[in-house]
């Protein structure tokens, strides 16, 4: 979410320091330890991102390639065209309002599951899975309107 290397560091190093500080106040009741430290970490990148009005992710207009999705090592065209595929989805995450583009990434690129997200960012799982849903119809538009489609970042992404 911070877009380098040494920030990213710097936030794990915080994490860990805000859940040590923080520890008498973790409640195993409440949620699992991973989503707990999952909040710390997020809310450390939001505060740093709203300090530093950098409240986009532009990985791709700052020339640095976007989190890979799985790869299932296809032949060279194919591998060619999945990258470009993930190169224009993720053009498309960047335009999501940011609450939008927030659940797409925890869900899909950091595989959090949509209960923990919940958790997380202190809503109902309802409101995750509305948002997940708004996010896809959005992306969906979006992708259609550069002239792809879903069923053609499937069909690459899928084939083997």
């Known amino acids: 979410m911070l877009r380098q290397a040494d920030l990213a560091e710097d936030a794990v190093q915080e994490t860990f320091l805000r859940a040590y500080k923080a520890r008498h106040r973790f409640d195993p009741n409440r949620a699992a330890f991973g989503t707990w430290l999952y909040q710390i970490a997020l809310n450390y990148c939001r505060s740093y991102l709203r300090r530093k009005r950098l409240l986009t992710i532009p990985w791709l207009s700052d020339g640095i390639d976007s989190p890979p999705l ?91």
């Not at 194919?78 to 993720?90: D, K």
């Not at 939008?100 to 799982?125: K, N, S, T, W």
């Not at 896809?136 to 992404?157: H, S």
Request: proline share 5%; glycine share 4%.
């Open 70 to 160: 799985p790869d299932s090592r296809p032949g060279p065209e194919r591998h060619t065209l999945r990258r470009e595929y993930q190169q224009v989805l993720w053009q498309a995450v960047q335009k999501l309002s940011e609450t939008l583009r927030e659940v797409v990434i925890l869900h899909y690129y950091m595989e959090i599951p949509a209960v923990e997200i919940a958790q997380m960012l202190d809503c109902p799982e309802g409101t995750i899975y509305s948002r997940l849903y708004n996010a896809r119809r959005r992306l969906n538009q979006l992708l259609t309107e550069n002239g792809l489609y879903a069923a053609d970042l499937f069909e690459v992404q899928n084939a083997h």
